[in-house]
Every structure is written in structure tokens, then in C-alpha cells.
């Protein structure tokens, strides 16, 4: 697993495919013969041996003795009385399944994230220097508009970017060279998004890309790239583990900045006292 994280983003299209189809059900996903594990990931026989290769196995039969070890172990460990979220709920009941998979999904994400991107991240979203844009898809724009919402209160020249491609060479003929581009895109990988990143590009900005771990095309352009698990038993996919990133960015970049955006917060409270959007209890 060790291997799979730390070498993922070099890894081909394919053989990130390949490497999330193993993450699922570990160790057992990789005990299977050549053929099986290929078709499970939906790849070929080849990319399979390729992968086995590049994480520094002789061979198939090398990798699954690694892999038998490790279930070994795990095995003669003591094993810990399992718990059910609804306690009520039999274990296969979907509130169970469902958490288990968004519990998975965060726990593979964030063994993945590379910490000293995510400090560069949060230094970028934090440098008043640059105005920072964010812009998500049919999907993710709820999360876009989560970080926006946050980063919003917490900075200067923050700019939401609507998700109609007619409006974008608005936004674009703001953005200079430096400036800083949040973009999320999962699978079903959205022209439009892509093409909104070439344009950031070529004007220079920086492009902080959050996806899934299939990664996404922009991800040729990124800086930097969050490639979250978002797999669940659901015909969509989940956005937990995304939303759980932001939120820790969000809180990462109010911490360094906190003496400007107290600042910032207090004035804003003054104004909701006068609007009154918030009720007051004596």
C-alpha cells in the first residue's frame, strides 16, 4: 500500500486504475490470478505486470507473497470487536455500507495527500499578492462554492466563477500572471473545465486542481493536484473525503491568517447586526 501511494502520481491512466481497484478491499484485491486482478480494475494482463514492475517486485508471484504477509499479519493480530455506525442496523444495511465506504474513501485520501503540497496550497490561497478564483463542475460546484463561501470572509479578492463557459473570458481578462485558479473535476471529466484551466494557464495563473483518484485532465497543468477516493455504494460518487480536504484547508489558511481575518470577521458580524440577518437570544 506503502508503494501503491507513494508512487501513484507517476503512475500511467491505466495503472491508476489499476492501483485504486487494489486500495479496494486490500490485501485481499491483489490474490486473485493475473487475469482476475486485470479484469477487476478493467485493464490488461500487461498493465498489471507493469504496475507490479514499477513498485519493485521481480514478479506476480513476488507481489502476492508480499501481499499474503500482510494478510497474515493482519490475521494473527487481535482483532477488534466491529461496531456497526447504526447500531440498530444489521451490518449490511446501506447506512452501514455507505459510511464504511466514505470511511475508506477518506482513510485512502488522505494516506495519499503529500503534506508539503498541501502547506504550498495553502500558502497560495493565503497570498493576498494573488487573486484567487475558484471554479467547480455540474457536481462540484457545491464544493467550489463551499471554499468560496470560507475563503471569501477570510481574504481579498476571492472571485466565484460561474460554471456558464460563455462567461468565462469575463473572468479571464481579470486573471494575471500569478494569480491563483481552485478548480475541481471528477470523472466524467467536463470539457469546459478543461479548457477553463488551458486558458488560466496560458494568462500564467497557478492551478491548485482537486479530483478523484483517477485524476483528471487539467491535472497536466496543475501545480498542484488532490486526488481524493469517491467511490460509494450510489450511482454518484461521494464528495465526503473532498469536503473534508477543503474544510481542513480552509481552517489551514484562516490559522495563518488570523490576525487579518479576525479583522475581517469582526466587521463582517457589524454588518450582520445591521441587516439583521441573524436572530438574537437574550
Known sequence: MERLQGRFDNLTRAERQLAASLQENYPVSGLGSITTVAEKANVSAPTVARLIQKLGFGGF?????????????????????????????????????????VLDNIRQSLGQIDHKAFDATCDLLADTNRHLFIAGGRITRMVADYLFLHMQVIRPNVTNVQ?????????LLNMKQGDVLAIFDIRRYENSTLRL????????????????????????????????HIEVPSAWDSSAATVLLVETIIAAVETSTWGDTKERMQTLEGMFDQTRLFRKFK
Open 61 to 101: 508471484a513476488e507481489f502476492q507473497a508480499a501481499l499474503r504477509d500482510e494478510l497474515e499479519a493482519r490475521i494473527t493480530n487481535p482483532i477488534a470487536k466491529h461496531d456497526n455506525w447504526a447500531g440498530k442496523a444489521p451490518t449490511e444495511h446501506i447506512l452501514n455500507r455507505f459510511s464504511e465506504a
Open 163 to 171: 460554471s456558464i463557459s460563455n462567461a468565462w473570458p469575463h473572468y
Open 197 to 228: 484551466a488551458e486558458m488560466a494557464n496560458e494568462r500564467g495563473a497557478r492551478i491548485v486542481l482537486f479530483t478523484d483518484q483517477w485524476h483528471s485532465p487539467v491535472g497536466k497543468m496543475a501545480d498542484h493536484t488532490f486526488g481524493v
